[in-house]
């Protein structure tokens, strides 16, 4: 593998992304401004063009609602070949979203901080904090909306509202979105757009999960997008282990932030002891078990699959380091191999599970940020050898089939959409970051 010329293609990748303004997440599938992609995005650019990375980030900081919650869509004007579009979510009936663009109404994990931290980090010798100090600041205002009405209880995990919010098909909410039991009648009219831009449908959700996604996105705009009101009744509640432990990297981050710019980040400091003191209790089912599960809130139980969420706790660098080996020893079992059996690649449901799916989404494949999260933890934890395997494995799939959305553990080959930028994002962190 020739990484220089990996590493150009990535950067050529996103640049084709490109508007001017931001990234397309990717033309056709994903034409807009996306969510938990724009900050990585960010990060990525600040080791080639800082000016861009400050761009990307700022695009989104620009559709914060005045509540401080960041949506996990910014519109394109005019673009329709996506669903649900900005008819279908009406995010303007909250009095909290901003006029001069059209959002959705849910968010995604709270990636925010690592590109503000990268921004100023690989800043060099431009002083760029009159960017970073307002984006502090906004970023700040995020956290407390996320820690104000997805924990009212103050239980130290966040809640989310709609499988969007972190994995689509993860096989974890498979039982909550059946035990809803929709009717017909429950499920707003609504055409499919998603399909037209894959090849097989297989790689896509199938209609009775989409039912479930529009139906719950219905639920939230009849409350005008009020998210304490939506959290009192909302059919679908997770505490999800996920959400939480990319919250608790992000903290990490933006406290480091915080302390540079002689910020007094105590409140920072006491969400991260919530949520570490309680991160064992809030997704063990039993101490002894090494996995860590998310919580349905509404059917009242941890839901124990093997999905690549369990392992992000890692990413979260939030728990104790005997956990942690247990974790990693436990995680071998997820492993599967490329084809000369010589690399490990972290697929997102593990092939030891009924639901597994090698072409199927969220379901199995490979995809760029949960390896990310995953080779980044273990680097937390010190894990070097397995991290640079598990690199190695990750970056010869992209070398081998391109810039695509996800990867088959089984054969390598290529799913979803191409041109995806998320991809080539992970693709230019794993070549230029160093360790952390
Ligand atoms: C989609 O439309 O598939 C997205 O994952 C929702 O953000």
Redesign the pocket.
């Known amino acids: 593998m020739d990484k220089h010329k990996l590493l150009q293609e990535a950067q050529k990748q996103l640049s084709d992304n490109w508007t001017g303004e931001y990234t397309v997440a990717a033309p056709g599938?994903?034409p807009h401004h996306?969510?938990w992609d724009t900050p990585i995005n960010a990060l990525a650019y600040s080791y080639f063009n800082l000016d861009r990375a400050m761009q990307e980030m700022q695009h989104q900081l620009d559709a914060q609602w005045d509540n401080g919650f960041i949506p996990?869509?910014i519109f394109a004007p005019g673009e329709t070949s996506?669903f649900p579009g900005p008819d279908f979510y009406q995010s303007k009936r909250s009095p909290d979203a901003p006029d001069h663009v059209e959002t959705?109404g849910i968010t995604?994990p709270p990636t925010q901080a690592l590109g503000l931290y990268y921004i100023k980090r690989n800043s060099g010798a431009r002083d760029v904090d009159n960017w970073v100090e307002p984006a502090y600041e906004q970023i700040l205002h995020y956290h407390e909306h996320l820690m104000d009405v997805r924990d009212p209880e103050d239980s130290g995990a966040l809640t989310i509202f709609h499988p969007?919010e972190c994995m689509?098909d993860l096989p974890v909410w498979d039982e909550a979105i059946v035990a809803m039991n929709l009717e017909d009648k429950d499920i707003p009219d609504y055409e499919r757009k998603?399909l037209a831009h894959i090849d097989d449908p297989i790689e896509?959700?199938p209609d009775i999960f989409y039912d479930c996604y529009v139906y719950l996105i219905d639920q939230m705009r009849k409350k005008n997008y009020n998210f304490r009101e939506i959290y009192e009744d909302h059919p679908f509640k997770f505490k999800d282990v996920a959400f939480t432990s990319i919250f608790y990297a992000a903290n990490r981050y933006l406290k480091v932030v915080g302390e540079t710019l002689s910020r007094d980040t105590s409140q920072i400091e006491d969400w991260q002891t919530l949520i570490r003191g309680n991160f064992e209790d809030n997704f063990k089912t039993d101490p002894n078990s090494q996995l860590y599960f998310s919580y349905d809130l509404i059917n009242q139980h941890r839901v124990q699959k093997d999905t690549v969420v369990s392992l992000l706790p890692l990413f979260g660098k939030v728990i104790e380091q005997e956990q942690a080996d247990y974790l990693i020893e436990k995680m071998r079992r997820f492993f599967m191999y490329n084809q000369e059996e010589t690399l490990p690649m972290v697929p997102t449901t593990s092939d030891q599970t009924d639901e597994f799916a090698h072409q199927t989404y969220w379901r199995g494949p490979v995809w760029a940020m949960t390896t990310w999260f995953v080779y980044r933890g273990l680097v937390y934890y010190g894990e070097y050898h397995l991290a640079d395997r598990i690199k190695h494995g990750f970056l010869e799939l992209v070398d081998q089939s391109g810039f695509w959305e996800y990867y088959s553990p089984k054969t390598g080959e290529g799913h979803g959409i191409h041109d995806f930028a998320w991809t080539a994002t992970i693709v230019i962190d794993m070549i230029e970051g160093s360790r952390y």
């Open positions: 599938l994903y996306w969510g996990h869509i996506y959705s995604q969007w689509d998603d896509r959700p």
